[in-house]
């Protein structure tokens, strides 16, 4: 065995070390506690009525969050790159700010701006509108904290894209619209892809400002990240780990959708489907009999 085959089994073996003992130890052993007393008690666990309301107000703030985030992102992303404007340097350094600031001092911040007792927060009452405690408070949360990745996976992959195809599409006639739709969007697709599914998973798992912003309402605020910390503190860990690995599944289930979306168009599908899939050799008569 030569020198440079142990180095590849030597740095093949530390990086699935590594992720084992970051990622797959610890989803085994929770997926494993989650499983203790059978697969109908899992499924009583997420079907009880304050668990599955948790469940169905975070994917549904999580949807809509990625909505918008795919839309504001985009339009973040693309005058970062292609327009020049005093201050666009600090425009662009603000937009990893989320990932440095601590999830509960986001909440803090919001809680200070949008306030009951703040100069905003009273004209937002006047109009009959709420934010703190209530649902919008959620998605805004998890907009701020979501923020960077659909404009960071976007950025690069604008930078690389020529402008030729857009330029022949306005010389044809066709307009600024017809041209993002028909040329920028496909161009970019896998960076948009990417950008709109993290921002999803990232969005199902938001604790820390959701905690200060929506507090904790059965039935009304609570998430589900929320739930399965209110659950640890009342001695209920099996119906904690249970939410928990649903929400997992469903991330799990996004990523390795994106993954196949991110891929190039002859790989997407699996190898064994790919394989089935391919037509049947043709025979010439000559060879029958």
């Given at each position: 065995m030569t020198t440079h085959?142990?180095?590849q089994l030597a740095l093949r073996s530390a990086a699935v070390g590594y992720v084992s003992l970051l990622i797959l130890f610890p989803l085994a052993a929770i997926a494993h506690q989650s499983f203790i007393g059978g697969i109908d008690h899992f499924i009583e666990d997420i079907s009880t009525p304050q668990a599955s309301s948790a469940l169905v107000l975070t994917l549904e703030a999580a949807f809509l969050?990625?909505?918008?985030n795919a839309i504001f992102g985009t339009l973040s992303a693309i005058v970062l790159v292609r327009y020049e404007f005093p201050g666009r340097w600090f425009l662009?350094?603000?937009?990893?700010?989320?990932?440095?600031?601590?999830?509960?001092?986001?909440?803090?911040?919001?809680?200070?701006?949008?306030?009951?007792?703040?100069?905003?927060?009273?004209?937002?009452?006047?109009?009959?509108?709420?934010?703190?405690?209530?649902?919008?408070?959620?998605?805004?949360?998890?907009l701020f904290v979501t923020m960077p990745f659909t404009i960071r996976s976007l950025q690069p992959v604008l930078m690389e894209l020529e402008r030729e195809q857009e330029e022949a599409a306005f010389s044809l006639g066709a307009s600024p619209w017809t041209t993002f739709w028909k040329v920028t969007v496909p161009s970019v697709?896998?960076?948009?892809?990417?950008?709109?599914?993290?921002?999803?998973?990232?969005?199902?798992?938001?604790?820390?400002?959701?905690?200060?912003?929506?507090?904790?309402?059965?039935?009304k605020t609570q998430v589900a990240s929320v739930y399965v910390y209110g659950e640890i503190e009342s001695y209920n860990p099996q119906g904690a780990t249970s939410v928990s690995v649903f929400i997992l599944l469903i991330s799990f289930l996004v990523l390795v959708l994106l993954e196949r979306l991110t891929r190039p168009p002859g790989e997407r599908m699996p190898r064994w489907f790919r394989w089935s899939k391919r037509p049947l050799p043709m025979i010439h008569p000559s060879e029958i009999g």
């Open positions: 085959t142990l180095l969050t990625t909505i918008i662009n350094a603000l937009v990893d700010l989320p990932f440095a600031i601590p999830t509960l001092v986001t909440g803090l911040m919001i809680a200070a701006i949008y306030g009951p007792t703040t100069i905003l927060g009273m004209w937002l009452q006047e109009g009959n509108i709420s934010l703190l405690y209530a649902k919008p408070g959620i998605v805004l949360a998890m697709l896998p960076g948009l892809l990417t950008g709109v599914f993290l921002t999803f998973v990232r969005a199902l798992g938001e604790f820390g400002s959701i905690v200060i912003v929506a507090g904790n309402i059965p039935m």
